[in-house]
């Protein structure tokens, strides 16, 4: 590799997310010490990926066909929909293990500063999904964002009377301890209290 291909490297490797310049100097550096090790699998899994990877045309979902694995599991087909904001929360939702319905990725949230619109997300989508699946939850998996806030807000609307409707709850996370939390979570978290 010339100079040139590996300023190349960096510089692309440096645009990766948590990455800047210094830690993406430092991992192409250790791709090159580990070359038979690391960098030629990678360089091979990353052209393969190029190649296979695609949306699910149901859900939204990252994979390599058309329908993923998800959407193609009947053991999945529980009625319920977690509706997210992107491929990161659905994954997020997937490592903890605990929901075993269908997803529907949005891919973004109403930003009316960023001029996003409804028709500038899967919304109709999830609406006929909604009706052919039989659904009867949909769990709205949103950020609890101004944004995302007001899209749920809007899919809320939008399902009435339609489909039940719920989301996750908010409040203080385990572990966390008051002092720390901002005020937003302290009132979201007594207004969603429970009994014991």
């Given at each position: 590799?010339?100079?040139?291909?590996?300023?190349?490297?960096?510089?692309?490797?440096?645009?990766?997310?948590?990455?800047?310049?210094?830690?993406a100097r430092r991992a192409v550096l250790h791709l090159i010490r580990k070359r038979a090790l690391l960098l030629t699998p990678l360089a091979d899994a990353m052209q393969q990926v190029a190649v296979t990877a695609r949306e699910c045309l149901n859900c939204?979902?990252?994979g390599t066909s058309d329908i993923c694995d998800i959407c193609a599991s009947e053991k999945r087909a529980t009625g319920e929909i977690c509706v997210v904001e992107d491929v990161a929360d659905l994954w997020a939702m997937e490592r903890a293990g605990v929901f075993?319905?269908?997803?529907?990725?949005?891919?973004g949230t109403l930003s009316?500063?960023?001029g996003i619109g409804p028709e500038?997300?899967?919304?109709?989508?999830l609406i006929d999904r909604i009706e052919a699946e039989s659904v009867t939850e949909v769990i709205l998996a949103l950020n609890a964002t101004v944004d995302g806030q007001t899209t749920a807000h809007y899919i809320?609307?939008?399902l009435e009377d339609r489909v039940r409707l719920t989301s996750l709850a908010q409040g203080?996370?385990?572990?966390g301890e008051l002092d720390y939390l901002d005020e937003g979570t302290i009132s979201a978290a007594l207004s969603a209290r429970k009994s014991l």
């Amino acid at each position: 590799m010339s100079g040139n291909e590996i300023d190349t490297l960096i510089d692309l490797m440096a645009k990766l997310p948590g990455l800047g310049p210094r830690s993406a100097r430092r991992a192409v550096l250790h791709l090159i010490r580990k070359r038979a090790l690391l960098l030629t699998p990678l360089a091979d899994a990353m052209q393969q990926v190029a190649v296979t990877a695609r949306e699910c045309l149901n859900c939204g979902n990252v994979g390599t066909s058309d329908i993923c694995d998800i959407c193609a599991s009947e053991k999945r087909a529980t009625g319920e929909i977690c509706v997210v904001e992107d491929v990161a929360d659905l994954w997020a939702m997937e490592r903890a293990g605990v929901f075993k319905g269908r997803y529907h990725v949005l891919g973004g949230t109403l930003s009316a500063l960023d001029g996003i619109g409804p028709e500038d997300l899967a919304i109709p989508r999830l609406i006929d999904r909604i009706e052919a699946e039989s659904v009867t939850e949909v769990i709205l998996a949103l950020n609890a964002t101004v944004d995302g806030q007001t899209t749920a807000h809007y899919i809320a609307d939008q399902l009435e009377d339609r489909v039940r409707l719920t989301s996750l709850a908010q409040g203080v996370p385990i572990g966390g301890e008051l002092d720390y939390l901002d005020e937003g979570t302290i009132s979201a978290a007594l207004s969603a209290r429970k009994s014991l």
